[in-house]
């Protein structure tokens, strides 16, 4: 079973929203900062979001005010809420640990696009 499991990826509308969900196969709540990432096309992943366990969430600065990190240690579930979609959030969007990652997941694809 893969460790972790990205849901939710569509195609959008610029200015619409979408949620993306990861599932955990590990226990998460020993992890302090679980964080969502992205990879455009011709691009290296990048790092889009953090949430600690003290909820303490921190964003790059292309998504702050649009995006929403969120975890929850008792599903091993993260979710990350977009509003507001640019063209150039499109991407494949990963979770993981943020300071040692696990083995990435597939991954789920983003596309906004009119």
């Known amino acids: 079973q893969a460790p972790l499991v990205e849901t939710g990826g569509d195609l959008v509308q610029p200015g619409g929203s979408l949620r993306l969900s990861c599932a955990a196969s590990r226990n998460i709540f020993p992890v302090y900062a679980m964080g969502w990432f992205r990879q455009a096309p011709g691009k290296q992943r990048e790092w889009v979001a953090t949430?600690?366990?003290?909820?303490?969430?921190h964003y790059t600065d292309s998504v702050k005010g649009r995006f929403t990190v969120k975890r929850n240690n008792a599903e091993n579930t993260l979710s990350l809420q977009m509003n507001f979609l640019k063209p150039e959030d499109t991407a494949v969007y990963y979770c993981?640990?943020?300071?040692?990652?696990?083995?990435w997941g597939q991954g789920t694809q983003v596309t906004v696009s009119s």
């Open positions: 993981n640990a943020v300071e040692s990652p696990w083995v």
């Open positions: 949430i600690t366990n003290d909820r303490t969430a």
